[in-house]
Every structure is written in C-alpha cells, then in structure tokens.
C-alpha cells in the first residue's frame, strides 16, 4: 500500500528549485518519478528536471512560463512555492525598495504563480500546493520585519485558497522551518551564529533540507488526503505554534 | 538496531475508529502493534483484521485511567518484544451535555480517559524510551483544543489539556531525542461522533459538518492514520510538540 508511487508522472512546478530547499523538493520529486519544473533565476545544478529562466515577481513571465509547462506536459498537478529572499536590516535602516523587494518576491511572487497554477488544476479538478512561510510568520526576528510580513502574508494566502480550492480537489498547504542549513541563513549568520541558534531548538540541532522536502512530500501525498489549509512546523520544538 | 527487529508500536483505543485503522496501518507497514481497548469485542475484530494476513499483535483489555492496570500491560509488552518505539495515545470517549446539565461523572469520564489515560501510557513508555534515547509520541487531540463548541465542554478541556501535555512532554523530553506531537482530527467517520447523538441528530450533524468544512465531505479513519504514520516516522525527525490537523480544513490557525 506505501509502496504505491503516486508522485510518478505527476507535472510538478518548483519555485526557487535551484535553492536548497527547493532543489533537495526537486530531488525528490525527480526520484520519484515525477516530472519537475524548476522556476528559479539561478540554473538548477540538478540533471533531469527541466528549468524555466523565471522571475516570479513578473507577472507576464510567470504567466508564460506556466502557460508553456502546462501546454505542453497536459496539466500541472503541483506547486511548490519555494523562491524567497532573506535580507535581514534594521527596520529604521529599512528602505522602501528592500521592503517592495521582499514582499513582491517572498508573497506576491507565490500569488502570482499559484493563479497561474490554479488556471490548470481547477478545470484539471486536482492540485496540491505547498508554499514555504516561515517561523518567522509567528515569532518576527530582529531585523526581519519585512520577511517576517511576507511569511505571514504566505499563511493568509495559504488558508484562502485552501478554502476557494477545496471544492476542486485541491490541497493547500505551509510549511514552516526554522532555521534550516542552507546558504540563505550562512549568508548573514557566522557559523558561530549559527551554532548558537541550536541551542535555542529542544531536539538540538537546526533543520536539513531532508527535513523540509519530507514535509513537502507529505503535504503533497495522498497521505495528507484530509489536511488543508495547515501550516507544517518543521522546527525542532523552538516554538510549538 | 538490526533490520529484521521490528518497530514496537502501542496503540490505545485500538478496537474502533481511528485507532484501529492506525494499527492496521502500522501492522502492515511491519510494526509489531500493541493494541488496548475496554471493548474485548473492539480486541477481537482488530486480531482478525491483522492476525490472518500475518501481523505480529498483541491485544489487551485496559481501562486507560487505572494506573496500575497500564503499567502491567506494558510490563507485559516489554516482556514479549523488549522495547517499545512508539506510542499512539488515541483512546477517547464523548458524553455529550450542556454545562449547565453536566453531572461530574461525565466531566471526570473525559478528563480522566483522556488526560490521565494519556499521562499514565507516556509515563509507562517513557522509562524505556528515555533509557534507550528514542522514541515517538503520537496522542490525539482536536480541533476542539484550539475551538471550543456548545455540548463539549468536557470534551473541548480535555483535547485542551492533552494538547498542552503533549507540548509539555516534547520540550522534557527533546533533550532525550524523543518527539511527542499531536493530531487535530476534524470530524471523522468513527462511532465516537456517533456516541451520544441519535441517528437523527448524527445525520443532522453530519450535514451541518459537511456543508460548513471546505472539504465538504467527514474525513476516514484511514486519512488521520496516515497522518499518525508520518509523525510517528522518521520523515517527521525535525518535528516536535506540534499538532497537525487532518481536519478537512475545519480550522486554520
């Protein structure tokens, strides 16, 4: 019964699919036999997945590039909204275009192509989306006030279109890591930083891409058949929220 | 850990519903399950579900609230299979009434089954998980820890508690490598949503739930099983003192 590959031949489309999480969902999925887009302005290092040169804040190219994957591959059956910026600064030092520049990325991005998305799962009468928020959607962070509003902007979203799509079969759902071991984080923290931020999560280390695609893959399964609408908390225990 | 020992799971209120379809789940998969109920006939139906396709189970009649009665049974399991990995703290029980109406037995039947149950199996596990550096917890609590609703108020407090136990546990015992974690079952297709309504007020029920979740249909026991299965595992290693809602989208919060 477990041994069932449901995910094989499914049309997946990865935002951010070159990052870490979004590449180790794609590894995934590609393992899985799924057949995985990859929308991201970085190449994808990963063989096998097919990449679309694709800045999710541009409406007309986010359009066509899902236009194009669903023409051509017949119907897209999950998103997975990974593209997002980190870009931590002080809220008096915050200007207006890191701000926009946050927020366009990190949630009108995700609006953007799950509309596109939507276009093909409604009349298709299946779709399961999973969009990355964050801790920081519940806790904020120093220096983070506009990640923070874009990842609590990704709960809202999530939990409306979960509720607009239920009817037609289509599951929507968050997940939210915790600092998790990838370039983003290393990129503004020291690795002393870093690990220090393990002693503030009760299992004791920070989270690994594996622990973010196995929540991703879950969401996506036929294993999550009546959840929506929930927000996964992939974080070790830091905050039971 | 050698490959053919297999994974030792308890499961309590494994004779019906959610938690018998849990076992199932888990039998299948290769868990040696360990399966109480107070209902011997629940027991009985359970074996011949797992039994003839070759599952390794164990049964026993244990009422959750007695002490005593949950430490010798698990004396018992830990007898046969040494160990134990997992522990799915599910039995539950309802006794529908207004407040105002509510005799004490009522409110004590479900904060004793529910809370006290679950607090006498974590404890009775928690010794050996703690020697042995691993475990998972699983209990079951509800949408109703996070919403309350009219004719529940016993039920509301109780799934209330639970939820707080459970984050309680996984904060003592992450140190430890253990994850505890909770479900939030909407309204699920199970005898206990029948219990104490008429077949009248289940229909009646049934409707307004079904037009009120976005899913528009009651969840299977099946469906909040595998939810069990995923937090249980080792794909949910980085997940602890959550409670995850296989609820048909009934709350988001």
Redesign the interface.
């Known amino acids: 019964m477990i041994e069932v590959n449901e995910h094989d031949g499914r049309v997946a489309v990865v935002t951010g699919g070159s990052g870490a999480i979004g590449g180790a969902v794609t590894e995934r999925l590609r393992n899985a036999g799924a057949l995985v887009h990859v929308f991201d302005i970085q190449p994808s290092s990963l063989s096998g997945a097919y990449f679309h040169r694709v800045d999710v804040r541009d409406e007309s190219e986010v359009d066509t590039a899902f236009g194009a994957v669903g023409k051509s591959f017949g119907r897209i059956d999950y998103l997975v909204c990974c593209a997002a910026i980190y870009r931590p600064a002080p809220f008096l030092e915050l200007r207006l275009d890191d701000w926009q520049r946050t927020l366009q990325i990190n949630l009108t991005g995700y609006f953007l192509c799950c509309r596109a998305a939507l276009r093909f799962m409604r009349p298709q009468k299946f779709g399961r989306i999973v969009m990355f928020s964050s801790m920081a959607a519940r806790t904020g962070g120093v220096n983070t006030a506009h990640y923070a509003a874009s990842k609590g902007g990704v709960l809202g979203l999530a939990r409306s279109l979960a509720i607009e799509s239920a009817a037609s079969n289509i599951r929507v759902n968050t997940v939210s890591p915790v600092i998790t071991d990838t370039p983003m984080p290393r990129a503004v923290l020291s690795d002393q930083e870093v690990e220090s931020r393990k002693t503030r999560i009760p299992l004791g280390r920070i989270g690994s891409t594996a622990d973010m695609a196995d929540a991703c893959l879950f969401l996506l399964s036929n294993d999550s058949s009546y959840v929506l609408g929930q927000d996964l908390r992939v974080n070790g225990g830091s905050t039971l929220w | 850990m050698v490959a053919s020992d297999p994974r030792v799971t308890v499961v309590t209120g494994g004779g019906s519903g959610i938690g018998r379809a849990t076992a199932i ?1 888990l039998a ?2 290769g868990d040696a399950v360990c399966v109480c109920d107070l209902s011997e006939a629940g027991l009985k139906e359970i074996a011949a579900l797992i039994e003839p396709a070759g599952g390794n189970l164990l049964t026993g009649v244990v009422d959750v609230r007695d002490q005593s009665q949950v430490r010798a049974w698990i004396a018992e399991i830990l007898e046969r299979f040494d160990k134990i990995d997992c522990l799915f703290s599910n039995a539950g029980v309802n006794a529908r009434s207004t407040v105002a109406d509510m005799t004490l037995s009522q409110w004590n039947l479900l904060i004793d089954t529910h809370v006290t149950g679950t607090f006498n199996f974590c404890q009775a596990v928690l010794r050996g998980m703690v020697e042995r550096r691993a475990g998972s917890i699983v209990t079951t609590s509800s949408d109703f820890a996070i919403v309350g609703v009219p004719n529940a108020a016993n039920y509301c407090a109780a799934k209330t508690a639970l939820y707080s136990l459970t ?1 309680s546990l ?2 003592e015992f ?2 430890y ?1 253990i ?1 505890v974690n909770a479900i939030g079952p ?1 309204p699920i297709d199970t005898p206990l949503l029948r219990a104490g309504r008429t077949p009248e007020e289940y229909e009646n029920a049934r409707g307004v739930f079904e037009s009120r979740l ?3 249909r009651l ?2 026991p099946e ?2 099983a ?2 069990v ?2 937090l249980l595992s080792e ?8 409670l ?6 009934q709350v ?1 919060w």
Do not use: S, Y
Request: glycine share 16%; no cysteine; proline share 8%.
């Open positions: 789940r299948r998969r984050k996984a904060l992450a140190p490598g994850r909407g976005p899913i528009k969840g299977q469906e909040v595998a939810v299965d995923f794909r949910a290693a980085f997940i602890t003192g959550q995850l809602q296989p609820n048909g989208g988001m």
